[in-house]
């Protein structure tokens, strides 16, 4: 069971909440919501664990996520499929999607 409250809208929970390889690269203690919701929902939907999904959405409602699942500047095809089908969305909606990233050639540098 996560440990958070609700208040006002603004949820503190504890991130040890969420599995620990997610939030590896990164000071746990730094992030917050909503102003890393878009780095968090890739981490989670890319590499996390159905548990994690679920204390996501338990977090925060649906239709923020939907905003950051459309910002996001990078993720996971099977990711896109995934976020797609669960807010009705084409994937071309998505970022990460129609702005693929260009490939840097460190050879011609």
């Known amino acids: 069971m996560p440990n ?10 504890d991130w ?11 000071d746990r203690s730094s992030l917050h919501l ?9 981490q989670v939907v890319d590499f996390g664990l159905q548990q994690d999904w679920d204390l996501l ?5 649906k239709e923020q996520l ?9 993720l996971d095809p099977v990711s896109v499929s995934f976020l ?3 807010f009705q969305l084409d994937r071309s909606a998505f970022r990460c999607y129609s702005e ?8 011609e540098s």
């Open 100 to 107: 693929k990233p260009s490939a840097t050639h460190f050879w």
């Open 16 to 26: 040890g909440d969420f599995s620990p390889h997610l939030f590896w690269d990164v």
């Open 66 to 74: 939907k905003s950051w699942a459309v910002q996001a500047p990078s």
């Open 84 to 86: 797609a089908h669960c």
């Open 4 to 13: 958070f409250t609700q208040m006002n809208g603004q949820s503190s929970f």
């Open 57 to 61: 959405k338990s977090l925060v409602s």
């Open 34 to 42: 909503p102003e890393h919701g878009v780095y968090v929902l890739a």
